[in-house]
């Protein structure tokens, strides 16, 4: 039984023997008026998105338009109020929900007025609108019967559709309603089409409250009902009802109703693999009397088909209303609820309720004041431990806070950290009573004074935050990593609790090892449908589970990536740690570590560090001219983990390289070298040359020696690439070797078929030079910083001189050794820096294992890790910029890990923004729309105004939009993986071929030649192969838009690429492109099975994300 604390002075938390605490608390006011919150979801940066309603200017800062305005902001983590935006007609408008998908903001309530563009069709209105990230609306929709009509929920689906449900008091979608009101249930596309609607009714009222999808986006809503609906006989006056619609099509499936002999109402929900409702009730739904007529709340779980697995009730001698029910991160639930008194002397709190997994009571935290009144609406549960709630309140809700003071109601939020408080409880000064006026004791069921079970802590090392660093695939696998050593111990306390680990894959090769490790029986092992793995272990032990943007996962985001590189990595590597490792065992409440250095912690970390090891390929051969001085092989680290092993060919002077040809005795001088190169290094990435104007002319003899080798002489191959992204009114500086008998400019086009047009500027450093000749045969170390003067001196009066000439420099490229002075270019100039490294970075991640594996993941978060005592370096490693991304309007699908969308793909911040009006049926057949073309400039233009550091698309064929979009803005646009084709065509031998894999071979086709268009390049369509993956098992459903079995298709694709190579004899190809971007998530396994580069939108994003924003 839940006894409550009532009162009688300032301020009260309720906190004995519990381990939460009240953090801080933020209010936010209209002065003078009233501020209701009613919603509040998060997004995946952790900020906070709220909506409510007002009856004055919100902070200040907004325009009051009506009697009650609705409104919209945005809160950071910290609660600082980063926007707001209030809107409405001349009459009363309530917002009364929110909800996020994919950078759409979507806010539904009701209106008295009419919305601008829309029409009234009675007497309160429902409405729907959509903002983008920032606030800015998109498009609204108003709708209604001619009677009242409430939207109260909004929720998204997994495939980006909306849905709303609340109750109309007309015939919204029927003639006429049922009964006094029926409940209703819409969804929307994301552009405001609406695919199905319902409503169902009995001769009662049925009101609709809470909403909630599963993972097959099958819709459920709850309420409460007053009449004898779908079947269901009444018994008190009011009977909760939960109802199941299908999600595809709208069709009404079943109804279940649940009441005693006086009023249930179903408030909130939530669906993952069970039903978990939150019902309000004056019954006695469980156990003994419990309600003495007043409102108590009960927690009742269901399977999906609607059978009730269990229940439980908690009630006092006052009143309590629930209104919000998460999931809690350490196992149970909380829920946001009202406190009422019977007392009129006594005013309402607002208070977070906390249930175990068996759905018992453990604690209530309650908060308010004598003279005014506070209700929490909404709670969010953070992975780390930590809780937001939110509401709204006319008094301050924490000791020193500055809470209202003109007996308006403001906003609030506040946060909630793991641990118990100094004092059991805080009063004003002066008063220390912590009775209330009917003598109750405020205590949570555990009486006995122990702790309250499954409150777990879990709190990141300084410098680890859920950024996009860490992916949402391999969140499990990390919370895991973090909580193996010494929060195990605090987390065993959890009496009934299971240990839940995210990640599809991993879940099924690592957790029968976890299993072996735990000392814990084959039992407790279930495979869901799902495939979420849960772990029961005997007795008691840890509880975790992952939270997945505010709501713990039942299904990934998108499909997850195997941790492991290769199949037998796994067994092989992980297999003999086993054998090794002391195994962990329960006993009693804690899980003992028997040996510090078999930590599981520190053993899945070398399992990623030796896959990654296996399977990156970050080491370039130097070819090296005979100087006469260095006689020794050397490696050379760059950044990005990238290393040039550098080896000198014994008599390949420079003079040799001059000779129009290389002889048979210079050739096995070159194999000789390539010999020791291939001796104790981990695979190669490709090989480079350390003299380029030298070496150029030779290339082909080369190609011919290392056949299977990619060979990249010059780092001007990247010029195409650069110019075909950057706008082309703004120049390019060229910076490059030339001496006395060699121009590598008068060997660039004739071997790498790359053109120099009028906006590349060419800076020429003659190696004829004493100095440069010196510094070329590394003698002048001492003399760099002279050197690098000079260069920048003459970049700089260039850049001056076209500037006088209003001509902008875009970027700059600089050839081969000069590389070594691109940090100090970058520095002085503020401009973007292509050389060797970055050429390096490019093609090195074309062949390795995708940044977004789990086991990139793991080991950025192992160095984070390592990093985390610093805090200034934790700083300085942090990307600043963020990725635009371009998206399809109405094209909505499961985002796989690897898509532009998805929001682990990459390790920078995106910006999407969704092009109005340009669809996939319009990008594939290249529609020039007036009103399209200037939307999407529009669009570039917000975007580079938002500091993006470049613009990508979502759609391979929005390259029919390359140009336009690029000329619009300064920030380098690459709309489609298509652009790096000419710097692929260039790094390869005319004789060599490019695969292109495309989503429809018939539609790329027709536009081939204008689809691999370029800069400074003129791809020879011979030198392209193309092939549609619309026919490979399991594709079909791309098209289809559908979820993709991406198991299927990952084992189809890889087939199929086998067979194309097959084909040729893998003679020719060498290269491979992945035009559509649903296919980077088999990239690595494409790499793998082809051994050959494979580049697709992620390498393209990230290679200009390393020149422009730095490491990530």
Partial sequence: MLLLLLATSAFLQLTEGMDITQQWTKYYSATGAEVRLRSMVPDQDENYFVCGYGTGSFVDNSTHVGMVDAILAKLDASGNLLWSHQFGTTDDDYAESVAVRHNRIYVVGNTGGVMPGQESAGWADGFIKAFDISGNEAWTI???????????????????????????????????????????????????????????????????????????????????????????????????????????????????????????????????????????????????????????????????????????????????????????????????????????????????????????????????????????????????????????????????????????????????????????????????????GDGTTASPDNTDGSQAPGNATSTLPDGISTDSSISACAGGLVLFLLASQDRMVQWASAATSALSLWCTDLGEGLLPELVEWMGWSDTGLQVQTNRKMILTPPGEVCGVSKMMHGKPATKPSGPCPTLWAEEDTLEGQLQSEINNVAQWRSDANVIQEPQKKCTLRKRIFEAARRTREVSMKKVFGVLCVDDGLTQEDLVEADGADLQRCHVVCRGITRERLRSDHLDEEALASIRASLFRLCQGHRPLAGLTVDLGYLWMKHQGALRRLVPRWLLLTTPLVQLPLIRTCFRTRDATLLVVWEDAAVSEL?????????????????????????????????????????????????????????????????????????????????????????????????????????????????????????????????ERDRPTGQLGIVQLDSYEYVRAVGDADHESTFSFQTCPRMAEGLTFEAAQKAAQEPVMLESLKQLAKEMETAHCFGIAGNCGFMQFYQDLVREAVSVPVFLSALVQVPTMAAALDPRDRILILTANETSFREAQELLLRAECCNVALDQIVVRGCEDVPGFEAVAEMEQVDTQKVENSLSQFVEEILAESDGAFIKMILLECTELPHYAARLRRVSGLPVLDLVTCANFFAKVLVGSF
């Avoid at 019967?145 to 109309?168: E, I, L, Q």
């Fill in 142 to 436: 108003q709708f209604g019967s001619n009677m009242d009509d409430h939207p109260r929920v909004v929720k998204t689906s997994h495939v980006g559709h909306v849905v709303v449900a609340g109750h109309t008091w007309g015939g919204l979608y029927t003639r006429v309603t049922a009964g006094a009101a029926d409940m209703f249930v819409v969804m929307y596309a994301s552009n405001g089409n609406r695919i199905w609607r319902a409503q169902r009714g009995s001769s009662g009222n049925e009101l609709a409250w809470a909403m909630d999808l599963d993972t097959s986006n099958d819709v459920y809503i709850a309420g409460d009902t007053s009449g004898d609906l779908d079947g269901q006989t009444l018994v008190g006056s009011q009977d909760m009802f939960l109802m199941k619609f299908r999600g595809n099509d709208g069709t009404w499936l079943w109804t279940i109703t649940k009441g005693g002999t006086a009023s249930d109402r179903g408030r909130a929900l939530w669906v993952s693999s069970q039903i978990f409702l939150l019902v309000d009730t004056k019954s006695t739904l469980y156990g003994s009397e419990v309600s003495n007529s007043t409102w108590d709340v009960a927690l009742i779980k269901y399977d999906l088909d609607g059978n009730e697995i269990s229940g439980a009730q908690v009630g006092g001698a006052n009143e309590i209303y629930g209104y919000d029910l998460k999931p809690a991160f350490a196992g149970g639930w909380f829920a946001a609820a009202r406190l009422n008194p019977t007392s009129e002397s006594v005013p309402t709190h607002f208070a977070v309720l906390k249930f175990d997994e068996s759905l018992a009571h453990e604690y209530t935290f309650s908060a308010g004041c004598t003279d005014g009144t506070s209700l929490g609406w909404v709670v969010e549960p953070h992975w780390n431990g930590s809780l937001m709630a939110a509401g709204y309140t006319n008094c301050a809700l924490a000791p020193g806070s500055d809470g209202p003071t003109d007996g308006n109601d403001d906003m609030f939020l506040t946060k909630f950290v793991p641990g118990s408080p100094t004092t059991s409880t805080t009063t004003a000064a002066g008063d220390s009573s912590t009775s209330s």
């Fill in 746 to 874: 008068s060997w660039l086009e004739a071997s790498s078929n790359i053109r120099i047009d009028g906006q590349v500027e060419v800076i020429v450093v003659r190696a004829s030079q004493p100095e440069w000749s010196d510094f070329l045969s590394k003698q002048t170390d001492q003399q760099e910083q002279a050197l690098l003067l000079d260069l920048v001196d003459r970049v700089q009066i260039r850049v001056a001189e076209l500037s006088r000439k209003d001509v902008a420099v875009s970027s700059i490229l600089v050839d081969g050794a000069l590389s070594r002075f691109s940090k100090g270019l970058r520095k002085a100039t503020q401009l973007p820096i292509f050389d060797e490294v970055s050429m390096m970075g490019l093609f090195s991640a074309a062949s390795s294992l995708s940044e977004f594996s789990e086991a990139s993941v793991v080991s950025r978060l192992e160095d984070r890790l390592q990093r985390s005592g610093n805090s200034q370096n934790s």
